[in-house]
């Protein structure tokens, strides 16, 4: 499985990005998705989630209502789109393929992408 996040960049706060990871995973298998985050300094903490089959969605409350996950299975490609900004949402964000069900916790992430900077000025 291979990962590739892309899409970071400036913004000032209350700007909008969308960050899109695109992946190759063998046809047998089936993954759920995740965006985390890290800043610097901090801990790599959960920001989204998506299920592989029924596509259910899930938040950190830092970002609820803020972002949104979505898939194209078709594309073989995940996105986040990012609203309404703030400084603290800056930091490398990474995309990562979980063999096993939902969670939030990145131990239990079997593949990750090489991440992209987002970085919101104020």
């Known amino acids: 499985v291979q990962l590739q996040a892309f899409g970071g960049g400036l913004v000032q706060a209350g700007g909008s990005l969308r960050l899109s990871c695109a992946y190759s995973i063998h046809t047998s298998g089936s993954y759920a998705m995740g965006w985390f985050r890290q800043a610097p300094g901090k801990e790599r903490e959960f920001v989204a989630g998506?299920?592989?089959?029924?596509?259910?969605?899930y938040y950190a409350d830092s970002v609820k209502g803020r972002f949104t996950i979505s898939r194209d299975n078709s594309k073989n490609t995940v996105y986040l789109q990012l609203s309404n900004l703030e400084p603290e949402d800056t930091a490398v964000y990474y995309c990562?393929?979980?063999?096993?069900?939902?969670?939030?916790?990145?131990?239990?992430?079997?593949?990750w992408g090489q991440g992209t900077l987002v970085t919101v000025s104020s």
């Open positions: 990562a393929a979980n063999s096993g069900s939902y969670s939030r916790r990145p131990i239990d992430y079997d593949y």
């Open positions: 998506i299920s592989w089959r029924f596509a259910n969605t």
